[in-house]
T-cell receptor, first 114, second 117 residues
Framework: GQQLNQSPQSMFIQEGEDVSMNCTSSSIFNTWLWYKQNPGEGPVLLIALYKAGELTSNGRLTAQFGITRKDSFLNISASIPSDVGIYFCAGHVYSGGGADGLTFGKGTHLIIQP | GAGVSQTPSNKVTEKGKYVELRCDPISGHTALYWYRQSLGQGPEFLIYFQGTGAADDSGLPNDRFFAVRPEGSVSTLKIQRTERGDSAVYLC???????????????FGAGSRLTVL
């Protein structure tokens, strides 16, 4: 099946630093999504990317859909304490024959040191 | 309700027992998804409902897992003869749109944490 390789697995940064994480796959995806999950909660959608090469921002977050449709990155600028959590990339393939679920990476744990 | 509601939030059971997990989606959302999240992993797709019917159940791991959505709103995930490997957080998500467009705008619930002893 499809797999997403997400890196780094965890990040320890200082408040105010910029953060970068990425996701790669051997398969092509039609859509790339980035989610954030806090402990005890479900994932919350941050950014959705629909076109190869697309660069999208949401406040301090910026994400890009790779040209090959096999990768994406997420950047967070000027990190703040509430950015702590697990960030997941997810890909979606429009197969037309079912398989309507998203494929998620294993997540990047973001830890911010005061 | 305002969000996706899942009950119970925690369930501890013994190996071999039967378990039901309930999902109450956002009112008016026609698409409903179940995902399973094991410790240290991302969510894994289980099943997708459009209305009352299961449009895609390709993610269900085996025939011990079954889900229903009889009236097109609340859904129940049923697990028979539970095994220790079933221990995970079971997440429900809903969307106002069917098909691929809907899968890109999911609202997740907080999940039901299942522990099989």
């Amino acid at each position: 099946g499809q797999q997403l390789n997400q890196s780094p697995q965890s990040m320890f940064i200082q408040e105010g630093e910029d953060v970068s994480m990425n996701c790669t796959s051997s398969s092509i995806f039609n859509t790339w999504l980035w989610y954030k999950q806090n402990p005890g909660e479900g994932p919350v959608l941050l950014i959705a990317l629909y076109k190869a090469g697309e660069l999208t921002s949401n406040g301090r977050l910026t994400a890009q859909f790779g040209i090959t449709r096999k990768d994406s990155f997420l950047n967070i600028s000027a990190s703040i304490p509430s950015d702590v959590g697990i960030y997941f990339c997810a890909g979606h393939v429009y197969s037309g024959g079912g398989a309507d679920g998203l494929t998620f990476g294993k997540g990047t744990h973001l830890i911010i040191q005061p | 309700g305002a969000g996706v509601s899942q009950t119970p939030s925690n369930k501890v059971t013994e190996k071999g027992k039967y378990v039901e997990l309930r999902c109450d989606p956002i009112s008016g959302h026609t698409a409903l998804y179940w995902y399973r999240q094991s410790l240290g992993q991302g969510p894994e797709f289980l099943i997708y409902f459009q209305g009352t019917g299961a449009a895609d159940d390709s993610g269900l791991p085996n025939d011990r897992f079954f889900a229903v959505r009889p009236e097109g709103s609340v859904s129940t995930l049923k697990i028979q003869r539970t095994e220790r490997g079933d221990s995970a957080v079971y997440l429900c998500a809903s969307s106002p749109h069917p098909g691929p467009a809907g899968a890109n705008v999911l609202t997740f619930g907080a999940g039901s944490r299942l522990t099989v002893l």
